[in-house]
């Protein structure tokens, strides 16, 4: 059976892909994103994840490999990670109460038979009314709300009660790893569970 590597640095994905106890390795891509169109979320994302899976995978002979990137989308524009803490805030506050989109291409490649599937997973998020104290406690408690595209921690700290409801995969919105969909490719791409 081919060994299952992430491309990914992220400590989120590598957490929820262990859950599923299946034994794999994880490697960073180190690909520069700058480079990838920035327009269409699910083009970014499937885009994205090629280049990363395409980046490790020239490096192993007998492996699976899967590269993930994940985007958010509101109001016709793809939601960066925030440069500062004020632009977290405006971020936010735009959010609150509102519905945004939550991408995540999937892009898996078998490299012994070269044999690959991608898949874009999307999740609606939506917001709870927040209050601004709301908000700067949030950013006042959690020093990485810069690492998160949609400005803020969906598990973790006071911003885990900021959404009101998901529609579609909770993991995906949760971490940008959506298992099930892995679970469900990884027989198609020739791993048998």
Same mark, same amino acid.
């Given at each position: ?22 034994? %794999? ?136 009660? %900021? ?31």
């Amino acid at each position: 059976m081919p060994k299952i590597i992430l491309a990914t640095t992220s400590p989120y994905r590598k957490e929820v892909f262990g859950y599923l106890g299946i034994p %794999f390795e994880a490697e960073g891509s180190n690909l520069d994103e700058s480079q990838a169109e920035r327009n269409n979320p699910e083009e970014l994302v499937k885009t994205l994840s090629k280049l990363k899976t395409d980046s490790v995978a020239k490096n192993h002979l007998d492996a699976i490999v899967i590269g993930l990137d994940s985007v958010g989308f509101f109001e016709g524009k793809i939601l960066e990670k925030p440069k500062s803490k004020e632009e977290a805030f405006q971020r936010l506050r735009s959010l609150s109460g509102k519905k945004y989109d939550f991408y995540t291409g999937v892009y898996m490649v078998n490299t012994s038979t070269q044999k690959s599937i991608t898949r874009v997973v999307k999740t609606e998020v939506f917001m709870r009314k927040l209050s601004d104290s709301e908000i700067n406690r949030y950013l006042d408690q959690d020093p990485n709300y810069n690492k998160y595209a949609h400005g803020y921690d969906i598990k973790n700290y006071a911003s885990s009660t %900021f959404p009101a409801k998901l529609v579609g995969s909770y993991t995906n919105a949760l971490m940008g790893i959506p298992v099930e969909v892995i679970i469900e490719m990884l027989p198609e791409i020739g791993y048998k569970l």
